[in-house]
DNA sequence: GTGGGAATCAGTCCTGAGGCGGACCGGGAT
DNA sequence: ATCCCGGTCCGCCTCAGGACTGATTCCCAC
C-alpha cells in the first residue's frame, strides 16, 4: 500500500486528484494539506511515502516545503505538480531534491505510474519537459576540458590585447587604448586566436575567465 | 511516416528492432549501420528523422558519431541505446545534443513512443535513470545563491541562451543545441543584448561571469 | 474575447570581425 | 651582416553577427 499526501491550495484539483488516485487497490489517501507549512505539519505526525506537492501556494510554497520535507529523517518521496511548464519553480523543487515533475493535466493513467515509479526510488519528468531538462544538463555540464593552448605562448603585447578583448572591448576601442591602429589590433587578435586554438573573440573572453588572466569579482 | 535508422554493431539487436520497428505501419527503417563512421556515412546520402543510435561500437562510438550528425544542417533526432545504466559515454551522448536516452530491454511499446516523441522534438529518458539525470542536476547546477542583478529581467529561455552564449558558442551551435532555427537563438540574443545593454556577445559573455550566472573554475 | 508577453521563425540590411597576404622596423641571436 | 621574431601597419574579401520588421502560435490575465 502506497501512503499518499495531497498538497494543493486548490480544493477541487485535491479533489480531483482523490477520485483518480482513490479508486486505485494499492494506494491510500493518509493527509491533505492546502500550503507547504500544512504538509509539513501533517507530516510530522505520519508516515507517507509519496507526497503529491503543488508549487505555487501561498503561505509556504511547494519548494520550501519540499527542502523542509527531506530534511527529516525518513521522508517520504516529493512528486512536484504544476500547472505551467518547467519553470524556476520547479528547478528549485528538483534542486530541493523532489523525486519528480508532472503536469497537472497529466492522464490519470500517467500519474499513477509516477508515483508507483517514485515509490521504488525511480523519477519521473513529464516528457514535454524531458527536453528542457537535457539542455538545462547540457547548458551547465561544459563539454570536458578543452586541448588549451596555453596562455605562455602570448607575447606580452598579444596578452595585453587578449585583456582589453576579455573586457568586451570591440577592436577600435582596444586600438584607441593601446593607440595602435584598428589593424594592428585585429592582427594581434588573429594570432591569439591561432595559438589557442579559439574561434572568436567570444571565446576568447571565456578563456580569459577560464584561465584565470582574469577572475570575476562577485558583486562590488 | 517517420524515417528511421537503426545503428548497431551487433547484427542480432539491429534484427530485433527492425521486427518491432517494420511492423509499424507510420515507421519506415531506411538504413542500418554497423559503426558510427558508417552511420555518419549512411546519413550523407539520405533523409532520416531518427536515428537509434548504440553508444559503444568499434572504430567510431555513438557519441562522436552524434556529434558529427547532429553538426549537419537538417539533422535526424537521435536517440540513445545502450545495454547498461546511464553511464559516461551516455552523458557524453546528451551533451553532444541527443534527444533521449532509453535501454536496449524497453518494452516495445515504450520504444515506439519514443521514437514518436522524439521525432515531434520531445525528449525522452529511460525512467530507471531519470533518477541519475535529476542527481545531476541538483549536483551541478549552481544553487539558487545568484546575485542575478538585471539577470531576472531575463527570461527563463534567455538565461538558458544566454549560458550557451557563456560558453563560447556560435548562433549556429546554440541552435543545433537547444533545437532552434538560427533565426530564433538572434531574436533571443537580441533581446538579452537590449535588457542588458549590452553590445555584442563577447560583452554578454563578459557579463554572465561577472554577474555570477556562471563561474570560472580553474580545473581542480 | 481581447490584449499582451513569451517563444518561435523568416527575411532584409549593414557592419564588425576574422582570415590572408604582404610590408616595414628594430633588436637580439648567430 | 644576416636572419628571425615581435610589434606595427595596410588592404581585400567573406561571413557571422546584430538591428529591424513582421508573422504566428500559445497561454495567461483582465
Keep these: 500500500m502506497i501512503r499518499v499526501v495531497l498538497v494543493d491550495d486548490q480544493q477541487l484539483v485535491r479533489t480531483g486528484f482523490r477520485m483518480v488516485l482513490g479508486a486505485q487497490p494499492d494506494i491510500e489517501i493518509v493527509a491533505e494539506a492546502a500550503d507547504g507549512a500544512e504538509a509539513v505539519a501533517a507530516l510530522r505526525g505520519i508516515r507517507a511515502d509519496v507526497v503529491l506537492m503543488d508549487v505555487r501556494m501561498p ?27 518547467l519553470d524556476e519553480y520547479a528547478f528549485a523543487a528538483i534542486r530541493a531534491g523532489a523525486s519528480g515533475f508532472l503536469l497537472k493535466d497529466v492522464p490519470p493513467a500517467d500519474l499513477l505510474s509516477a508515483i508507483r515509479s517514485v515509490h521504488v526510488g525511480d523519477a519521473v519528468v513529464a516528457p514535454s519537459t524531458t527536453r528542457r531538462l537535457l539542455d ?9 576540458s578543452r586541448p588549451v593552448g596555453n596562455l605562455n605562448v602570448l607575447t606580452a603585447r598579444e596578452r ?8 568586451g572591448l570591440s577592436n577600435m576601442e582596444i586600438a584607441a587604448q593601446l593607440h595602435l ?15 589557442l586554438e579559439l574561434r572568436d573573440r567570444a571565446q576568447a573572453v571565456v578563456y580569459a575567465y577560464e584561465s ?9
Tied chains: 1, 2.
Design 136 to 144: 538545462l544538463v547540457t547548458a551547465y555540464l561544459p563539454s570536458e
Design 160 to 167: 595585453e590585447v587578449l585583456l582589453h578583448v576579455a573586457r
Design 181 to 195: 591602429a584598428e589593424a594592428t589590433v585585429k592582427t594581434h587578435l588573429g594570432r591569439i586566436l591561432a595559438k
Design 59 to 85: 503561505r509556504m510554497d511547494g519548494v520550501e516545503a519540499t527542502r523542509l520535507i527531506l530534511a527529516e529523517p525518513d521522508a517520504p518521496k516529493v512528486l512536484i505538480l504544476t500547472t505551467f511548464d
Design 212 to 220: 584565470g588572466l582574469i577572475s570575476s569579482r562577485p558583486k562590488g
